[in-house]
């Protein structure tokens, strides 16, 4: 059996790895459009702060550890999906035969429609040769300016700012992950961004970005203000990378569809990852997680199914968890809440402390938190055990800091 996996991050070497132990006979191909060995790119902001060197990246720190399994890992990028011939085409000329292929080719970053924004200096960070030229700029004293504040910006940020630049956010929301948090939780977060020396401005467009002479840059916003930088990150969102799918007739549409065995419409393709748009566990609906967790656990899932088993995935639960200058904060599940369900909420903004319970009935079903870092993987315990709370909920709706005894209380009486 040939297995081809398109994309090289956490989907694809976890399922790769999980290929070789289920059909030890099976030829597995790695392919990356990068030069770089498999890495995380949840990893690319501790390469900023230098906490780790570029091999601290890379999803596997053994150099041989893809030979030493048997995994062969090519590098080039996919031109197109051949479905009829069962092949990969690659932009060099060359090709990929397969009987099973697993589409994990990731995301990449929106470029926003700026004028300027193809300027020198002007970089999104996302992959480790933007990392590369972002450090050279991002030197003490240096002036930045990142548009977005977003869950992708709000990581970097903190990378930029422990590197001693003089940092300007600018995010067009009215609060910052306006859609990890809620208003409440994410101006406490600007607000603690700003006590740390970060200069955060929401509801703020950049018009324009111009040269200002000797490799500095104008950064010219929709309030008519105009801000000089060394260096402008873009942090606005990213799209699932699938061109190279198109006539392929596998369907598409925020991502790759996929049913509860992480299998396209397209006989024997398989999509993971962040590309993938499959059962959302909170709604039962569709919908696109890009977070590491969920990549891993497709890769998996997927790649037992690839191999022949019938392993039904039971949908992924929406989560973020940031640190941001020694702040964290979560979200999880339906956070916004649910039509007729009920909320409660403790705000602590002296302490930058915050915690939202959402409830559907009497089960936990979303949850914001900012400062509760003892709640996290209660809170995810209950919300996708989909634990009935019985007369729990009313204490927690008194004082919702009980996570840790509600869950224990009604964890044994379900064991």
Known sequence: MRYVLIGTGPAGVTAAEALRRTDPAGDVTL??????????????????????????????????????????VVHGRVAR??????????????????????VASGSRPITP???????PGVHPCWTLADARKIAERAVSGASIVLIGAGFIGSIIL???????ARLTVL????????????????NLLMQ??????????????????QEAGQGRLRVQTDDGSAIEADLVITAVGVRPNVSFLAGTGVEVSDGVLVDEYLETNAEHIFAAGDVAEGRDFSTGGYAVHAIQPTAADHGRIAALNMAGLRVPYQGSLSMNV?????????????????????????????????????????VLVGANSLGHTQHLGVLRGLIQGSVPLGPWKGRLLRNPTHVMEAFLARSKLFA
């Open 158 to 164: 903190e990378s930029l700012a422990l590197r001693g």
């Open 322 to 362: 940031l640190d941001t200058l020694g702040l964290v904060s979560a979200s999880f599940g339906q956070w916004a809440g649910v039509d007729g369900g009920e909320s409660v909420e403790l705000s602590e903004p002296d302490e930058y402390r915050y915690l939202n319970l959402q409830f559907d009935g009497d």
């Open 81 to 102: 999906v051949d479905t009829a011939r069962n092949l990969v085409a690659l932009e060099d000329g060359g090709a990929l035969g397969y009987d099973r292929l697993m």
């Open 31 to 72: 392919v990356s459009d990068e030069p770089e060995p498999p890495y995380s790119r949840m990893a690319i902001p501790y390469f900023l702060n230098r906490k780790i060197g570029e091999q601290g990246t890379y999803l596997r720190k053994d150099p041989d550890h893809f030979e030493s399994q048997g995994i062969g």
């Open 113 to 119: 429609n700026i004028r300027g924004i193809d300027l």
């Open 171 to 186: 995010e067009m929301g009215d609060r910052m992950v306006p859609r990890m948090m809620n208003e409440t939780a994410g």
């Open 192 to 209: 603690w961004c700003e006590r740390q020396g970060v200069e955060v401005r929401v509801s703020t467009r950049v018009d324009e970005i």
